[in-house]
């Protein structure tokens, strides 16, 4: 989301405009949701994050330092709140949940079972094969890759703030591991 | 979150990306993403619910400890429970969160009134005694948040998980 629109939409909501936070809601939960998912928590605690930073949001939306920043500020909150899931986890259980890593190897979304046409199910299977890649990849580029697939786009410097990792850096990283990506896809179609 | 992976340790195999068009192939992780984990309906609901928590009247008493973070774990106690402290000006407020319920004090002692929220809708007042003392026999699922009135000031917590 554009930084200028969004200061606005922060400004208006404060300001009592339901719309505005609407707006907010629509433009930046994607990214909210793919900081979450990038951290590869089950599904409760997924859950429980995104609520945490949506509430803690609406909290603080008048005492933001810079609205602009709002994106950055949902990434980093997300982030940290991600990271305390997992330091209390370390003490008690294993993390990796099955259920996660074998989503896209199971078929049971609407969306897929709605797929009918041939058409339809050669890319629907085109998608679930990228999505198999991408998540075989390893842990830093399918985390990079699980926020930059955020919609719409996320900008750097919200990529920055969800995954701790400096703005310059983000623009190398991506580049190798969206050709990563390629080479296995490739790989694939190959064998 | 310092997992590696074999395939990253490798060196980078040139830099020729003639050909590659990274844009496209980020463009297509989009689209997947959207089909196979979009955000779930309900919680794109709860967030647009989350407006109502806006709240001008109230002064936000901010995280300032955290045992998760703050706290070395106690060697042979997995459960120990976690201890939060907020602060609000003047006001501070001690919590502790065990998976019986939850126990807290506010500071200066003296008499309040507190809620513990849930969301938007939800919010249960819990007894406080003069001194400012509360017990909870439910421990919070979920994100949660204290609503506190004490001398005159109206404070609510940083949302938390528990």
């Given at each position: 989301m554009d930084r200028t629109e969004v200061g606005a939409l922060v400004r208006s909501a404060v300001d009592g405009d339901a719309a505005a936070w609407k707006a907010l809601v629509e433009g930046l939960s994607p990214l909210v949701w793919s900081?979450?998912?990038?951290?590869?928590?089950?599904?409760?605690?997924?859950?429980?994050v995104y609520q945490t930073v949506w509430f803690r949001f609406a909290q603080h939306l008048h005492r933001l330092r810079e609205p602009d920043k709002a994106g950055s500020w949902l990434a980093s909150t997300a982030r940290n709140e991600c990271l305390k899931v997992l330091k209390g986890l370390t003490r008690l259980t294993f993390t990796d949940d099955p259920q996660v890593l074998d989503r896209a190897s199971e078929e049971r979304t609407p969306e897929q079972s709605l797929i009918d046409s041939e058409e339809e199910a050669a890319q629907a299977e085109r998608i679930r094969r990228l999505w198999q890649e991408f998540e075989a990849l390893g842990e830093r580029c399918r985390q990079l890759l699980r926020v930059l697939m955020a919609s719409p786009p996320p900008?750097?410097?919200?990529?920055?703030?969800?995954?701790g990792i400096a703005v310059g850096s983000i623009g190398p990283l991506r580049q190798r591991c969206l050709r990563r990506l390629r080479a296995r896809m490739d790989a694939r179609e190959a064998a | 979150m310092s997992g590696t992976h074999d395939d990253e340790a490798l060196p980078e195999e040139g830099c020729d990306d003639a050909g590659f068009d990274g844009d496209l192939l980020e463009e297509e992780l989009r689209q997947a993403a959207a089909v196979l984990d979009p955000v779930p309906a309900e919680l794109r609901q709860l967030a647009l619910g989350a407006y109502a928590l806006h709240d001008l009247d109230a002064d936000i008493a901010e995280l300032t400890f955290d045992s998760l973070v703050d706290a070395l774990p106690v060697r042979g106690v997995p459960d120990a429970p976690r201890m939060l402290t907020f602060r609000a000006g003047g006001l501070t407020v001690d919590i502790e969160v065990t998976g019986e319920g939850l126990i807290g004090q506010v500071l200066p002692p003296g008499p309040a009134r507190v809620e513990v929220l849930g969301g938007p809708r939800a919010a249960r007042p819990v007894t406080v005694d003069t001194l400012g003392r509360f017990t909870s026999d439910t421990p919070p699922t979920g994100p949660f948040a204290l609503r506190l009135r004490a001398g005159g000031q109206v404070v609510v917590t940083e949302w938390l998980r528990a």
């Amino acid at each position: 989301m554009d930084r200028t629109e969004v200061g606005a939409l922060v400004r208006s909501a404060v300001d009592g405009d339901a719309a505005a936070w609407k707006a907010l809601v629509e433009g930046l939960s994607p990214l909210v949701w793919s900081v979450v998912r990038a951290h590869r928590l089950s599904d409760a605690d997924a859950h429980e994050v995104y609520q945490t930073v949506w509430f803690r949001f609406a909290q603080h939306l008048h005492r933001l330092r810079e609205p602009d920043k709002a994106g950055s500020w949902l990434a980093s909150t997300a982030r940290n709140e991600c990271l305390k899931v997992l330091k209390g986890l370390t003490r008690l259980t294993f993390t990796d949940d099955p259920q996660v890593l074998d989503r896209a190897s199971e078929e049971r979304t609407p969306e897929q079972s709605l797929i009918d046409s041939e058409e339809e199910a050669a890319q629907a299977e085109r998608i679930r094969r990228l999505w198999q890649e991408f998540e075989a990849l390893g842990e830093r580029c399918r985390q990079l890759l699980r926020v930059l697939m955020a919609s719409p786009p996320p900008s750097y410097l919200e990529v920055s703030a969800a995954l701790g990792i400096a703005v310059g850096s983000i623009g190398p990283l991506r580049q190798r591991c969206l050709r990563r990506l390629r080479a296995r896809m490739d790989a694939r179609e190959a064998a | 979150m310092s997992g590696t992976h074999d395939d990253e340790a490798l060196p980078e195999e040139g830099c020729d990306d003639a050909g590659f068009d990274g844009d496209l192939l980020e463009e297509e992780l989009r689209q997947a993403a959207a089909v196979l984990d979009p955000v779930p309906a309900e919680l794109r609901q709860l967030a647009l619910g989350a407006y109502a928590l806006h709240d001008l009247d109230a002064d936000i008493a901010e995280l300032t400890f955290d045992s998760l973070v703050d706290a070395l774990p106690v060697r042979g106690v997995p459960d120990a429970p976690r201890m939060l402290t907020f602060r609000a000006g003047g006001l501070t407020v001690d919590i502790e969160v065990t998976g019986e319920g939850l126990i807290g004090q506010v500071l200066p002692p003296g008499p309040a009134r507190v809620e513990v929220l849930g969301g938007p809708r939800a919010a249960r007042p819990v007894t406080v005694d003069t001194l400012g003392r509360f017990t909870s026999d439910t421990p919070p699922t979920g994100p949660f948040a204290l609503r506190l009135r004490a001398g005159g000031q109206v404070v609510v917590t940083e949302w938390l998980r528990a």
